[in-house]
């Protein structure tokens, strides 16, 4: 059974950076995309990055050139580094593989969610 566990969010002012981390408890997490995703209250689930196995990574438009994903396998760790923060990035960031547990990011976001971590919360406000 696969685990995501979510940590890093917290309260930050506008312009300002933060680095959520996603443990991955898998016996074979290299094999898998890791995609992040953000949830704010009231509404959907949206995409905001996605990682291949072999470190392709793909981006929303809205967050393309503001965050990075990167991913260090032999930790079982994927992370998401944020900069020049906006207050429309207040949500719950989550760490999900896919619906069909793949090794890469083609049909991401649309693809679906498999299993998922409970997320970390991001503020931003001043």
């Known amino acids: 059974q696969v685990q995501l566990v979510e940590s890093g969010g917290g309260l930050v002012k506008p312009g300002g950076s933060l680095t959520p981390s996603c443990a991955v408890d898998?016996?074979?997490?290299?094999?898998?995309?890791i995609g992040w995703f953000r949830q704010a209250p009231g509404t959907d689930y949206e995409g905001v990055s996605c990682i291949s196995r072999r470190g392709e990574s793909k981006y929303s438009d809205n967050v393309k050139g503001r965050f990075s994903i990167s991913r260090d396998n032999d930790k079982k760790m994927v992370y998401l580094q944020m900069n020049n923060l906006k207050p429309e990035d207040t949500a719950n960031y989550f760490c999900a593989m896919d619906r069909t547990y793949s090794d890469n990011c083609r049909r991401w976001p649309e693809v679906g969610l498999g299993a998922r971590g409970r997320g970390t919360q991001v503020t931003v406000s001043s």
């Open positions: 898998a016996i074979r997490v290299d094999w898998y995309s």
